[in-house]
């Protein structure tokens, strides 16, 4: 089936031409009255505008959001986990709306968006709903007559800056916890893909008090960086890549704030030789697991881009891999058979096409892939490349820098210590694979990976219920899980003494 | 002391002499990690704050280019060239709001390691 084209008669989006900020429950113009064109990857073509907003903009963003502060921050737990709880049955109601959307914005395929980014951001909110009404802090009684209390406290006004992969996924990662534990926030878009988010909005804005949830767009120097730098949030979470990542530390240092990164990684897949040691559907999904490169177009921040297998079954292991991943072709994204879309911009597919030439000039033997791809009628101009597999070795730029694109770089290991040798040979360690049926084995590999995630047996599932974040230059802090909510709340000590008499010290 | 070790396309050098003039001295910084990761970074000179450990690769324009040396010692044989490309990134970078971005295209100047070399 093929959703139809957005604007078009008979499509779930009839998209608007211009879209504003969302600010203090309403939609905004731009203090500048300056728009920018947003491109779809699809089709390479612009279909709307967006507010191209500047420090003013934020600033009355930050007003709306302090003046909602006080009276959301004291809802009761109950109150905020039923808006949450309607937030998730209005996206769920309009799924496909969202979706088509999300696809149309960021070049995802819909069968991604569909199954994926929508279900996992809906049950996001009804699970910090669960996490929220569970809460509760902790006493303790010290001695006879004191007592120790602790309360739980929102932060007031966080900064939320949301990368182009996932758009309503990763805001929804920030939004739910956020809101959950009583804060307001101002959140800024990538600005590849401004709009769905807008379209949330204009759907959930009724449930919550103006002023809660602010949406500002622009571009990072002009939108991002006074909210980044701005000393009226206490908080910043920032998903993107370390340079960034560095300069919001440094803001935030400036202003004393915590600051939670995500920073990405290049993350190691690792195939023991038991997986082939039976043809039956253990070793099917092993070779599922090493397709996972192409999900997403490889636009994930723990795209499996370096497959490890070992030697003793590295020919015929990857003579199925590169035979499954040959399936993968890209395609309209809006057609329900595809599996891969378009490259989210013009400057990420260039910067992909960047990396085939230095693979191949370091010599990187190409064993699938290696192109860009022209489709035909209306995708002729969308950023669509073939599913591309490397063969090399861990110190090639391939194997160390991630190229966000849907390429896999593949090597072999000797040993177990090998193995895991080259698993942590990498400035990052945000995800990473282990494929073996011996549970021995995979215990000992999943400690042994310096990297916050660890599948085993399983790659790119994203359950709320399980922390997610960096070891080394992947980042500072999680997202998802209920942990999320300690890191968007104070901790407030009431100590007490029920004891009349004087201490008798002075 | 700069490391000579990148130069640019003329289009990135016109686009940066456009930035020199509407935001003064710039800097550059190459940055590594996901999304607009391995990309450089444009700020106004000072923008970023150093660190002991960043490496000058070397000055476009009079505009100088640093990279984390951690990073650095996964790149450095290679050798880099700063062209530009369309489109806009997502990035505290001072061109995407012109509508293009600055790009990195590599040559090999040195094999790397065999240490490790397998296939």
């Known amino acids: 089936?093929?959703?139809?084209?957005?604007?078009?008669?008979?499509?779930?989006?009839?998209?608007?031409?211009?879209?504003?900020?969302?600010?203090?429950?309403?939609?905004?113009?731009?203090?500048?009255?300056?728009?920018?064109?947003?491109?779809?990857?699809?089709?390479?073509?612009?279909?709307?505008?967006?507010?191209?907003?500047?420090?003013?903009?934020?600033?009355?963003?930050?007003?709306?959001?302090?003046?909602?502060?006080?009276?959301?921050?004291?809802?009761?737990a109950a109150e905020r986990a039923n808006v949450l709880l309607k937030i998730a049955d209005v996206m769920e109601a309009n799924l496909e709306l969202l979706a088509v959307s999300e696809t149309w914005d960021n070049g995802k395929p819909i069968r991604e968006t569909l199954a994926a980014d929508l279900p996992l951001a809906i049950d996001h909110f009804r699970y910090f709903a669960g996490c929220l009404r569970a809460e509760d802090s902790g006493m303790a009684e010290l001695d006879a007559s004191t007592v120790s209390y602790h309360v739980k406290e929102p932060l007031g006004v966080v900064g939320q800056i949301i990368p182009w992969n996932f758009p309503l996924l990763m805001a929804t990662w920030k939004l739910a916890p956020a809101l959950a534990a009583g804060n307001c926030v101002v959140l800024k878009p990538a600005e590849q893909t401004p709009v769905t988010i807008l379209l949330l909005a204009e759907l959930i804005g009724h449930l919550l008090p103006p002023g809660v949830l602010n949406v500002v767009n622009g571009f990072g120097v002009e939108a991002g960086k006074p909210l980044a730098s701005s000393p009226r949030v206490a908080k910043v979470a920032f998903t993107g890549e370390t340079t960034t990542g560095r300069l919001i530390m440094q803001y935030a240092s400036e202003n004393i704030i915590p600051v939670t990164l995500e920073l990405g990684g290049k993350s190691p897949n690792l195939f023991f030789a038991d997986v082939l040691a039976r043809d039956d559907e253990f070793r099917d999904k092993a070779l599922e697991g090493f397709t996972m490169f192409a999900l997403n177009q490889g636009e994930v921040c723990t795209c499996p881009s370096r497959a490890l297998i070992d030697r003793k079954i590295y020919g015929t292991f990857l003579e199925l891999a590169v035979a499954r991943a040959a399936t993968v072709q890209p395609g309209d994204p809006l057609d329900t058979e595809t599996k891969l879309g378009a490259q989210a911009s013009n400057d990420q597919l260039e910067k992909i096409l960047s990396y085939f030439d230095i693979g191949k000039k370091e010599g990187a033997r190409v064993l699938l892939g290696g192109q860009r791809v022209r489709l035909g009628g209306d995708l002729a101009d969308g950023y669509y490349v073939e599913p591309t597999i490397f063969e090399g070795n861990n110190k090639m730029r391939t194997f160390q820098e991630e190229i966000f694109g849907p390429v896999v770089s593949v090597t072999s290991f000797d040993s177990f210590d090998d193995a895991i040798a080259i698993a942590n040979d990498t400035l990052y360690g945000l995800g990473a694979g282990v494929w073996t049926r011996d549970v021995h084995t995979a215990y000992r590999a999943a400690r042994a990976i310096q990297a916050g995630r660890v599948w085993t047996n399983c790659y790119h599932l994203y359950p709320a219920h399980a922390a997610f974040g960096g070891y080394k230059q992947s980042g500072i802090g999680r997202e998802t899980h209920k942990m999320m909510l300690d890191h968007y709340q104070q901790t407030k000590n009431i100590l007490v003494s029920y004891d009349p008499k004087p201490m008798g010290f002075f | 002391?700069?490391?000579?070790?990148?130069?640019?396309?003329?289009?990135?050098?016109?686009?940066?002499?456009?930035?020199?003039?509407?935001?003064?001295?710039?800097?550059?910084?190459?940055?590594?990690?996901?999304?607009?990761?391995s990309a450089p970074m444009c700020f106004a000179r000072g923008e970023l704050r150093l660190g002991a450990r960043d490496v000058l690769l070397g000055t476009i324009e009079d505009c100088p280019f640093y990279v984390g040396a951690d990073q650095w010692e996964r790149w450095q044989h290679t050798t880099l060239t700063l062209d530009l490309v369309e489109g806009r990134g997502a990035s505290f970078s001072l061109e995407a709001p012109d509508g293009v971005r600055f790009l990195i295209r590599s040559d090999v100047c040195a094999v790397p390691s065999a240490a490790g070399d397998r296939g």
């Open chain 1, 1 to 76: 089936m093929r959703y139809a084209r957005p604007n078009t008669p008979g499509s779930k989006v009839q998209y608007r031409s211009r879209y504003d900020n969302y600010i203090g429950g309403q939609f905004v113009r731009p203090r500048q009255e300056r728009y920018f064109e947003n491109v779809s990857p699809v089709t390479g073509r612009p279909f709307c505008e967006v507010a191209r907003s500047t420090a003013d903009d934020v600033e009355r963003a930050l007003d709306a959001a302090h003046g909602a502060k006080a009276a959301w921050g004291r809802t009761s």
């Open chain 2, 1 to 37: 002391m700069a490391l000579d070790r990148i130069d640019a396309t003329a289009p990135a050098r016109a686009h940066i002499r456009s930035l020199i003039a509407r935001h003064g001295p710039l800097m550059f910084h190459l940055s590594g990690g996901c999304c607009d990761g």
